[in-house]
């Protein structure tokens, strides 16, 4: 979940966190605006959020490059994609507080009042690379599950996470142990239940 913590609220991981959820949401061929309105509304956009359907139909060909960049199985590749997307889509880089309304933050759309599709694209780039420059590795990745498109920021130690829930983890940790179960007839393996 989110942090609700002022100084957090817009900090690079945040805002990587945030674009994940938008690309998940936006995944369905119709996303649903509502859906879209309460993940801006949960990463702390002050409401009330009313996204028209030609709003979304933007968010949504704007989450799709981004999809890329989670797909990038390397930081060059992640990299080149990040590249091609700020060179495309994105101006200066510059400082706001909206008005003294939030934490000084940087944005590179082209100003506070940017459409959402622009503004999803530009805040996203912007994270999504400062965290491939802090990590040398991709911002994040896509769920190893073949029943699940989400992506997912990826942590910053520790083992690699493999699945965007532990819901997909579990499913696939149940789906594993039947298929051995069923593959191996008798099944001795002394493991015992997830
Ligand atoms: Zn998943």
């Known amino acids: 979940m ?23 949401a936006l995944a ?4 649903d605006p509502d859906e879209v309105a ?34 990038a199985a390397t930081a060059d590749g992640a990299a080149a994609v990040l590249n091609r997307l700020l060179r495309e889509h994105t101006g200066p880089l510059r400082l706001t507080s909206h008005g003294g309304t939030a934490p000084w933050h940087a944005h590179v759309d ?16 912007m994270a999504l690379a400062v965290l491939l420059w802090d990590r040398q590795r991709p911002p994040g990745r896509t769920c190893a599950s073949d029943s699940c498109r989400n992506v997912f920021v990826a942590q910053g130690s520790g083992p690699e996470r493999r699945y965007c829930s532990r ?11 039947r298929g051995r179960h069923s593959a191996g007839g008798s099944g001795g393996a002394a493991e015992g239940p997830a």
């Open 2 to 24: 989110p942090d609700d913590d002022w100084s957090t609220r817009h900090s690079v991981l945040t805002t990587a966190r945030r674009t994940a959820a938008l690309v998940n």
């Open 28 to 31: 369905d061929d119709r996303p």
């Open 38 to 71: 309460a993940v801006l509304l949960a990463y702390g956009e002050t409401g009330p959020v009313e996204l028209g359907p030609e709003e979304v139909t933007g968010m949504r060909a704007a989450a799709a490059p981004l999809r890329e960049v989670f797909a």
């Open 110 to 125: 082209r100003d506070d009042d940017a459409p959402w599709a622009e503004w999803l694209l530009a805040s996203s780039c």
């Open 167 to 177: 819901r997909c983890a579990t499913r696939e940790r149940v789906a594993a142990h």
